[in-house]
């Protein structure tokens, strides 16, 4: 028996052992590509890949909620804007420099956490159903649509904001900065997903009730889920507008949270790769496709 309990300590040992060598190589891999793809690419590709980026960092955050939770969320791109937003206003209205960007991450943050608690709030007292949270959901980016256009020379109306002041970055250096971030987010999200934190996720997605019934407080865990993931998702759209110079209503906007649930459910609900997958694809094919037929 002792020699059969060492032989089984042995055995997880180098299982252990092997899994961790293939993600050390894996990791190794992705951010040597991240660093060299710049080197091989053409500009525009370099500029579709770094919006591409922060824009699977949202749809990341959809998979979560959406593909791990079980509720389906129109509100993500809501929070995308808020970062994005934050961003714009401030460096137009204080103009650019150290603390205007610190400023404007706190901002984003604070702001995207408040958000996300009330709706979070509203969505998930106990006894509510996954279609009025969802509906909940698509009112968020409605509502701060409209008050986008109206907040007037604040906010850039319909028009955005334009021509403010930003980090002066290299496209290359932009990449690799919005590539990494990518791999971050995405190694902390596969982590926790496949811990006992993403397991407790996994089930109240599959059975709200009996985690109920087994003591579990399922909307304290939603909003939770909700806040953080909305957090990354503003930040994700600090970047996006860092790096555009640029900030329009449409980056929050339904059509945007629609978008990035088409770029989930293609690439594939619950797995987290399967969302950076359906992002970049999207994302690219749908700037070479309107470059080359513009009119379809």
Do not use: H
């Not at 961790?20 to 500029?47: C, E, F, H, Q």
């Not at 929070?79 to 901002?107: D, H, K, P, R």
């Not at 555009?244 to 929050?252: I, L, M, R, T």
Request: charged share 10%.
């Amino acid at each position: 028996m002792p020699e059969a309990r060492q032989f089984g300590q042995t055995g997880a040992a180098s299982i252990d052992f092997s899994a961790g060598l293939r993600i050390t190589v894996l990791a190794l891999l992705v951010v040597g590509s991240i660093v060299l793809a710049p080197l091989l690419l053409d500009t525009y590709t370099t500029n579709i890949l770094i919006r591409a980026f922060f824009v699977a960092i949202a749809a990341i955050t959809v998979d979560i909620v959406w593909g791990y939770c079980g509720t389906l969320t129109f509100g993500q791109s809501a929070f995308f804007g808020i970062g994005v937003y934050a961003l714009a206003i401030i460096f137009t209205e204080y103009g650019f420099g150290s603390w205007q960007a610190l400023l404007g991450i706190a901002t984003a943050i604070i702001a995207a956490a408040t958000v996300a608690a009330l709706t979070g709030w509203l969505s998930f007292y106990p006894g509510s159903t996954p279609l009025y949270a969802s509906i909940v959901s698509l009112v968020v980016p409605i509502v701060l649509v409209q008050i986008l256009y109206s907040g007037g020379t604040f906010t850039g109306s319909s028009s955005g904001l334009v021509g403010f002041e930003s980090f002066d970055l290299e496209v290359e250096n932009w990449f690799r900065l919005a590539g990494l971030s990518l791999a971050a987010v995405a190694t902390i999200a596969l982590i926790i997903m496949r811990s006992d934190t993403g397991r407790l996720l996994k089930a109240l997605r599959d059975n709200d009730e009996r985690c109920t019934y087994l003591g579990v407080d399922t909307s304290r865990y939603r909003i939770i889920v909700l806040v953080l993931t909305a957090i990354v998702a503003s930040l994700a759209g600090f970047g996006y507008a860092a790096f555009g110079g640029v900030a329009a209503p449409e980056n929050a906007s339904f059509t945007f949270g629609t978008r990035l649930i088409i770029m989930v459910a293609l690439g594939g609900r619950g797995t987290i790769v399967g969302a950076i997958v359906g992002a970049l694809g999207i994302e690219v094919a749908s700037a070479y496709l309107s470059r080359s037929l513009p009119y379809i």
